[in-house]
């Protein structure tokens, strides 16, 4: 038996318990349980993560001196900050830990649901669906099959719109803590490679989820949407008591 057949009999076996509950749409309650099971495995480096964005924000007031005392120069200014933050046991970059484990799950659930076989036998878990869209299609596959406002697309416009209100939120937060410390903010992102772009363009990251969920089978997408779901959350808790800093991607 491979590896993706001990995932695939994990998931329609998962599928078949929750069936009494969810009905024909099991599968994707599977699913989704499967993604909490893997944000709760990837938790305790999203706790890291946020402890780690409250010390940078301590720190800010010391990044900001030494930006000042290094201002005309900028190779010292980044010794000197990367030098404070491995004093204080702080990773700039610790917040993306949390996204990088989670991408062999994501990349297990596209494979289980884009192949025609797994362990050489057919991949059964093609045949389940959520309402109206089969798990393995695409939104092209919706498109085709109805249109957008068919029962297939249906189900991706409600994907869509939960995406949509996600990313919204998200980008109103960020800014929101951007804009709290942006003077501290901006030496930091100057003392640090590649720190400047990431404020930038961390706001808009949540808005890129629909392209994801766009191009993948929908299995893939309904996982992508669970687990953008429960950053929301878990940042909003985790987050909570830290009202500015650099964001991490989401």
Request: glycine content about 8%; aromatic content about 10%.
């Amino acid at each position: 038996m491979s590896f993706f057949s001990v995932f695939a009999d994990l998931v329609d076996g998962l599928g078949d318990v929750l069936e009494p509950v969810a009905g024909t749409a099991s599968t994707a309650a599977a699913i989704v349980l499967f993604t909490a099971f893997v944000r709760l495995l990837v938790l305790p480096l999203s706790r890291a993560a946020a402890r780690g964005q409250k010390a940078r924000t301590r720190l800010q007031p010391q990044v900001a001196a030494l930006r000042k005392k290094y201002k005309k120069n900028p190779e010292r200014l980044q010794k000197a900050t990367l030098e404070l933050y491995a004093a204080e046991k702080v990773s700039p970059f610790s917040g993306i830990l949390p996204s990088l484990c989670q991408l062999p799950a994501f990349f297990l659930m596209y494979h289980l649901f884009a192949s025609a076989e797994i362990g050489g036998a057919p991949n059964t878990l093609l045949g389940h669906s959520l309402f109206a869209a089969p798990l393995g299609d695409r939104w092209k596959d919706a498109l085709s099959d109805g249109g957008m406002f068919g029962a297939h697309g249906q189900v991706y416009l409600v994907l869509f719109a939960v995406v949509v209100a996600v990313a919204v939120y998200n980008y109103r937060r960020t800014k929101r803590q951007l804009a709290a410390s942006a003077a501290l903010t901006a030496g930091d992102a100057e003392g640090l490679p590649g720190m400047g772009a990431m404020n930038k363009i961390a706001p808009l990251m949540s808005f890129m989820t629909l392209f994801t969920v766009g191009f993948v089978p929908l299995a893939a997408a309904l996982y992508v949407v669970t687990s953008t779901l429960w950053t929301a959350v878990e940042r909003t808790v985790l987050y909570r008591e830290e009202p500015a800093g650099v964001p991490v991607a989401a």
